[in-house]
């Protein structure tokens, strides 16, 4: 094998690949990455059983072939080699060479067949989203993504396409986040569970600013997420997710229009009493257009008061401030709308045009005074 590549495209490559490579596995070849050169492609290959992703860089090749190569050792070497074309060659006796400007490295890599083969996804069952969208969906939701195995569905996000579109659905228990966009598919409806882990580094590599498209293809037990330069490979999670269309309450007692960023503000000032030993509820106090914030710890007690629109009839509920505050960060618009019913019930959080998100925490039973 032997192939040149400029230094920025073939670093870009090794480390979006580098994103599934296992840090610590019973097979070194998975902490290895897959260089494989072929028709004026190199593609680099990590995998680590779960999830996989694949990056193509174009290159100028002398000979094609394959090698497993060390991933650290690679990384550190590309960010260090001058911003020049790099060559790469590996023999018989498995000895990588790189050599850039003055520079050369001897590596010892491993034989290509050592390494599992991804799965492979049948087209039948895709559909296309712009990558901006998807990404921004998924920034908006993965907050509320549970890291308890013990319910292993919620460690995943619910894909649910149907009548034109596209819910993602994460929630863990406490909270719960939900996008929508339209999405065209002509086919059966689909509904799957993809692993957290699979798309918060799917997010990482996902363009916010570009227009390109990303076409989800979905197999029986796994999806492929395929961009132009790189595809992500992930296994899909089974089990029965929780009917977030029943979970949402549609109506509400109170419905309470508030500033996002003033009442988000509101709440991280209340809660600099509160640290990781000195656990506390915020309590809010819906008034009559205005919502009082108290915060009592150890440490002292800590008040606040944001404008609103709306009475609450003096209706008190506590919440964890980081779950407030979570799903207050994710919302972009300026104002909101408060969905209350009681101090036990869900505070529904969603646009006062449209439908495109909505989130639910849910509160913290209060002690009586």
Do not use: W
Not at 343 to 353: A, G, Q, T, W
């Amino acid at each position: 094998m032997l192939f040149h590549c400029e230094k920025s495209i073939l670093l870009s490559a090794v480390n979006t690949a580098a994103r599934a490579v296992a840090l610590r596995s019973a097979q070194p070849a998975l902490e290895c990455l897959l260089l494989c050169a072929q028709d004026a492609t190199l593609r680099v290959t990590g995998y680590n059983l779960e999830i996989g992703i694949q990056a193509d860089a174009p290159i100028d090749i002398e000979k094609q072939g394959s090698i497993l190569a060390p991933t650290k050792i690679l990384q550190d070497i590309l960010r260090k080699l001058p911003d020049q074309t790099v060559s790469i060659s590996a023999d018989d006796q498995l000895l990588i060479t790189i050599r850039c400007g003055l520079t050369e490295f001897n590596l010892t890599g491993l034989p290509p067949i050592d390494y599992p083969q991804m799965p492979e996804i049948d087209r039948e069952r895709a559909f296309t989203l712009k990558q901006n969208t998807l990404c921004d969906m998924l920034s908006r939701v993965t907050y509320a993504l549970s890291d308890n195995e013990s319910r292993i569905v919620n460690t995943g996000a619910l894909f649910d396409l149907a009548d034109g579109t596209l819910h993602i659905v994460a929630l863990d228990g406490y909270r719960l986040a939900l996008r929508r966009c339209r999405a065209d598919h002509g086919g059966e409806d689909l509904h799957f569970i993809v692993p957290g882990v699979a798309l918060r580094e799917l997010e990482k590599i996902l363009a916010q600013d570009t227009e390109s498209e990303i076409t989800l293809v979905l197999g029986r037990r796994h999806i492929q997420f395929v961009m132009e330069n790189t595809t992500l490979v992930s296994r899909l999670l089974e089990g029965e997710f929780l009917n977030y269309k029943k979970a949402i309450p549609e109506q509400h007692k109170y419905q309470i229009f508030v500033n996002t960023r003033e009442l988000q503000t509101a709440v991280e000032r209340v809660s600099l009493l509160i640290h990781e030993k000195i656990r506390s509820p915020v309590r809010l106090t819906f008034q009559n257009d205005s919502i009082n914030l108290f915060c009592q710890t150890a440490l002292g007690r800590g008040n606040d008061c944001c404008q609103s629109k709306g009475d609450g009839e003096n209706l008190v509920i506590g919440f964890n401030n980081k779950y407030l505050v979570d799903a207050l960060r994710t919302v972009e618009d300026e104002e909101i709308i408060l969905g209350l019913s009681g101090d036990l019930n869900p505070c529904v959080i969603y646009p006062i045009e449209g439908d495109a998100y909505v989130n639910m925490v849910l509160p913290t039973r209060l002690r009586s005074d």
